[in-house]
C-alpha cells in the first residue's frame, strides 16, 4: 500500500510544484491540464482551461500529487487545515536543508528543534498555504 498526499490549489499548482521540484528534485511523472480533458459531454470554461487537472510529482518513493480546482466548484480555503504533508528525513541535515527550503517565505508554526536524543521536528505553512511537517528520527 501507499499513501500519497493530494493538494488543492486557486490556480497555482503548477507554480507550487516547480517550487516543491526545486527543493525535492526528480521529474514529473504527469502533468495533465483541464483543457486535455475536454469533452462535449465535459466542457472546460476558458478560464479553467490551463489549468492543473493532475500533477504527479515522485519523491524518494512516494509521490506528491495536486491539482487546480477548477472555478465552477469554489475557491479552496487555504487557511484552513486542509492537509499536513509530512518529511521524514534520513538525518539532521537533510531535515534542516528541506525545513528551510520549504519554510521560506511561509509561515512556522513549530520551529525545526533537535532534541537531546538526537531526533528533530518542526512544523509550518508554506508560501502556498500547504502545511508540513519535517521531522527526523534516529531510531527508525
Do not use: C, H
Not at 60 to 70: F, I, Q, R, S
Not at 80 to 85: F, G, M, T, V
Amino acid at each position: 500500500m501507499t499513501i500519497n498526499p493530494w493538494i488543492n490549489f486557486n490556480g497555482n499548482a503548477e507554480e507550487a510544484f516547480t517550487f516543491y521540484q526545486s527543493v525535492f528534485g526528480g521529474e514529473f511523472s504527469k502533468i495533465i491540464r483541464f483543457k486535455e480533458i475536454a469533452t462535449p459531454e465535459f466542457p472546460v470554461a476558458e478560464v479553467d482551461a490551463r489549468k492543473i487537472m493532475k500533477i504527479v510529482l515522485p519523491v524518494g518513493g512516494n509521490t506528491l500529487v495536486g491539482n487546480d480546482v477548477p472555478e465552477f466548484m469554489g475557491k479552496v480555503n487555504e487557511n484552513e487545515n486542509r492537509s499536513k504533508i509530512q518529511v521524514a528525513a534520513n538525518d539532521i541535515d537533510e531535515a534542516e536543508k528541506i525545513f528551510n527550503a520549504l519554510s521560506e517565505g511561509g509561515q512556522v508554526e513549530l520551529p525545526l528543534d533537535v532534541s537531546s536524543e538526537g531526533a528533530a521536528f518542526g512544523m509550518f505553512r508554506d508560501k502556498y498555504g500547504i502545511e508540513w511537517v519535517v521531522e527526523f528520527d534516529p531510531s527508525t
